[in-house]
């Protein structure tokens, strides 16, 4: 046979393959989502997503510590509050939840890991919506940038190094940064999820944070079928300050994913949610996949993407298998 190009040539051995691999996959691209739960005496398993729990201030440190000494990216902090109101108004105290838990984190750490505190009402809010309602019912914009303003200071000073803006709504970038940028928070990061979906992906996380959603988010959140709307997010937020971009979820949105990276010179993060996760946990624990194997699959391909940054529940688990593994 005249075959003079054989590409198999160079997956002839493990040695071989690692040597002209295209994309690596290390502890420092992975962000680690927690809960945390006020009023917690003990971990709290979330029933949809194995393995994941509801921390309790104890249970908060143990897991920063290990993702630091793991060498994980950063951690991401959602708070559950005992107490909601129509406003999210807890979200906006010195003693929050959220607030309490970024101390704790950056006592128990310092500068070792990145703490990004969730900058969103859905945990705060009786009715589970990302802002504050018109007496039609709506999310009112304009007034939600207020809240998310006094927020953004409260996690400022709690010591939260990045805020995660996930509520979607217009010119949050620059609200948050203007009103950071006046109380001398000029280095706080922001992290724009700048193209988040209206997805069906999310189910579990709203058992992990309780959530009193009624109703749905697709008047704020993007259409599946749109790719240049993401696009169009993304850039405003860019112009607005973000210094961070997110697409979420991931592996619907891979395109996305690669449009987005391809489209701005800020960082790409891509978050790989609580539905896909749980899906992956299901068809393992069924037999059907190999679990390690299907979860480094999942983040090489958002890798590959081009998300520089991936937050994923398996942060600290993948970053012990690619110590183990050398990789």
Known sequence: MDIRERPRRLRRTEAMRRLVRETHLTPSNLVLPVFVREGATAPVPISSMPGVVQHTPDSLRAAVTEAAELGVGGVMIFGVPAQRDANGDAACAADSILADAVRWTKATTGDALP???????????????????????????????????????????????????????????????????????VDVTLLAYAAKYASAFYGPFREAVESQLTGDRKTYQQDPANAIEALREVRLDVAEGADLVMVKPALPYLDIVGRVADEVDVPVAAYVVSGEYAMIEAAAAAGMIERERAILEVLTSVRRAGAQIIATYWASEVARLLRTSGA
Do not use: K
């Open 115 to 185: 703490v990004i505190a969730d900058l969103c009402l859905d945990e705060f809010t009786t009715h589970g919506h990302c802002g504050v309602l018109a007496p039609d019912g709506s999310v009112d914009n304009d007034a939600t940038l207020a809240v998310y303003e006094r927020m953004a200071l409260t996690l400022a000073d709690a010591g939260a190094d990045v805020l995660g803006l996930s509520g979607m709504m217009d010119g949050q970038v620059g609200a948050v940064r203007d009103a950071l940028d006046g109380a001398g928070h």
